[in-house]
């Protein structure tokens, strides 16, 4: 079964920084385009970055940019997204998601992983 | 961007019909035949019920189904079931270098 797995959310304090990871089963990450989504508690689901199949381009929506930074290591077939300087409102389940590039939706998602921020 | 707007909630008996809208803009769903649908049950994952419109993925009941107009969306649940309670977001594609946008999502309710 294809599945993704995000790691590394926790508590963290404002103004903090946390790394958070996106690993896959059955699946190579490589050769996809990924993105990183985010749902506050009780809320909407917002995209927060993405990176093209090859690594060379990454995107973001203007409120993120400076914010978040998105990688991905192929030799570990890994996703990550850098998060700096960190603040209350980015509490939230932090989902990876593959892109469909020919459909323009997100396809495949992990199970997500919680962030806190909190004094 | 600014989120797509959706009914907050929407709500029907068992085995009657509801439609949840998702408005936006020229720059998004008006522009794109790009709007997809997620369900997603409390405390899971969003689940794809709907692509480009009105495509259903495979194993998702004919009872979703999509449409558009102008730069409104729809979802059309049929025949509603208890199982189909849930929150449900709409998402379009905005332009290059930008994804999806997201709705703020509607809870559907089966009375």
């Known amino acids: 079964e294809v599945q993704l797995l995000e790691s590394g959310g926790r508590l963290v304090q404002p103004g903090g920084s946390l790394r958070l990871s996106c690993a896959p089963s059955g699946i190579n990450l490589n050769n996809l385009i990924m993105t990183w989504v985010r749902q506050a508690p009780g809320k909407g689901l917002q995209w927060v970055s993405g990176?093209?199949?090859?690594?060379?381009?990454?995107y973001y929506p203007d409120s993120m940019k400076g914010h978040f930074t998105i990688s991905r290591d192929t030799s570990k077939n890994t996703l990550y997204l850098q998060m700096n300087d960190l603040r209350v409102d980015d509490t939230a389940v932090y989902y990876c998601?593959?892109?469909?590039?020919?459909?323009?939706?997100?396809?495949?998602w992990g199970r997500g992983t919680l962030v806190t921020v909190s004094s | 961007q600014s989120a797509l707007t959706q009914p907050p909630s929407a709500s029907g008996y068992p085995g009657q019909s509801v439609t949840i809208s998702c408005t936006g803009t020229s720059s998004d769903v008006g522009g794109y035949n790009y709007v997809s649908w997620y369900q997603q049950h409390p405390g899971k994952v969003p689940k794809l019920i709907i692509s480009?419109?009105?495509k259903r993925p495979s194993g998702v009941p004919d009872r979703f189904s999509g449409s558009k107009s102008g730069n409104t969306a729809s979802l059309t649940v049929s025949g509603l079931q208890a199982e189909d309670e849930g929150d449900y977001f709409c998402s379009s594609y905005a332009g290059r270098n930008k994804f999806g946008i997201f709705g703020g999502g509607t809870k559907l309710t089966v009375l």
């Open positions: 480009e419109v009105s």
């Open positions: 990176i093209a199949g090859d690594g060379d381009d990454t």
């Open positions: 998601a593959a892109w469909n590039f020919g459909g323009k939706y997100f396809d495949l």
